[in-house]
């Protein structure tokens, strides 16, 4: 009823996107099939990753909750503080039988930061609840650091984690990733490196949908979320592509992507996508997209069509290419107003 990793660890990718439906067992697979298994059987040790200190050590706290039935001959602790958050065991048999080490507790926020810090035995990764509304500055830079941190040159495959939020996101978009449809659930990269899947459990569909509170949010937006793995922050709103009759009026630099924003006089609409002028006026965002060939700024009301687009999302004449688009153009937004 619940998620397996058969099929996800057979393609032996990389890195390993899995979205599915809320509670569907994703990140108690990963401590079962995977972390604990691996170590029990082999010795190795695991990174459990979230994004924020404070989203870990409120995980991290509970992480042996829903699996310590499973291993009655074990006891299980989690340590936090200034030190770093840390998973053991021991053996309850054995007299005074002493703590080991199985894993470690990391955020992506600081936890590159600390490049001195040895991951010697680990052989797995998993960054829990990945999708966010709010990512970080720079997070694919962050992210890759700490990769490079934690593995040494060792192969090392991540598992990314979520429920269904946006089609959309940073990682997506960094690495090309499209979400497979239709009947198969999960592709493979060309290269073999990345595997993408976006799981169906029909079993624990219907029996979700049979308890009290799968009735009572049955038909509503929740139910698309939760129960049908939707992508419901995925609305076709203010999405549409630029008409012909349009002006380029500047572009946007974003995290080392340029767009562009263009207004139709006789209609009224802004519209924002991926194609721009080179001979008109660029903005950076951010000080790391700043070059001699752009002006920076974050104070959008100040510059005449920067005020305009935030206009034109508040009056609602303001549209995007597609999701991606439209994502990114928010996060914009969210610096200049």
């Known amino acids: 009823m619940y998620y397996s990793y058969e099929n996800c660890m057979k393609r032996g990718a990389l890195f390993n996107f899995i979205t599915g439906e809320r509670g569907n067992g994703k990140t108690y697979g990963f401590k079962t099939q995977i972390a604990l298994k691996n170590y029990f059987e082999k010795k190795e040790n695991f990174v459990y990753l979230r994004r924020f200190d404070t989203e870990l050590v409120k995980a991290a706290k509970s992480f042996f909750k829903d699996i310590e039935h499973l291993y009655p001959e074990k006891e299980f602790k989690v340590t936090t503080g200034k030190t770093g958050t840390f998973f053991y065991e021991r053996d309850k048999v054995v007299e005074k039988g002493g703590w080991e080490l199985m894993g470690y507790g990391v955020d992506l926020n600081t936890g590159g930061k600390d490049k001195s810090v040895s991951y010697n035995g680990v052989t797995s990764i998993c960054f ?3 999708q966010s ?4 500055k720079n997070e694919i830079k962050l992210f890759l650091d700490l ?8 192969d090392i495959p991540v598992y990314f ?10 990682y997506y ?14 592709k493979l990269s060309e290269d073999g490196l990345i595997y993408i899947e976006h799981t169906l ?8 949908k049979a308890t009290r509170f799968g009735q009572l949010i049955e038909g509503t937006k929740f139910e698309k979320y939760a129960v049908e793995n939707e992508y419901v922050e995925d609305t076709n709103d203010f999405i549409k592509k630029k008409t012909g009759d349009v002006k380029s009026v500047c572009n946007l630099v974003y995290l080392d992507n340029t767009y562009g924003l263009w207004f139709d006089r006789r209609n009224g609409i802004l519209y924002m996508d991926n194609t721009f002028d080179k001979s008109r006026v660029t903005y ?6 700043h070059s001699q060939n752009t002006y920076f700024t974050n104070r959008g009301k100040k510059i005449a069509w920067l005020n305009l687009m935030i206009q034109g999302y508040e009056q609602g004449f303001l549209y995007f290419e597609n999701q991606r688009v439209k994502r990114v153009g928010l996060e914009i937004l969210n610096i200049i107003r």
């Open 128 to 130: 829990d609840e990945f």
């Open 133 to 136: 509304k709010k990512y970080l």
């Open 147 to 154: 990769y490079e941190t934690i593995s040494r040159m060792n």
């Open 161 to 170: 984690l979520s429920n269904s939020m946006n089609i959309s996101n940073v």
């Open 173 to 186: 978009d960094y690495f090309g990733i499209t979400q497979p449809y239709g009947k198969k659930r999960w």
């Open 201 to 208: 459990s029909i079993e624990y569909r219907e029996k979700k």
């Open 284 to 289: 950076a965002l951010t000080r790391e997209d």
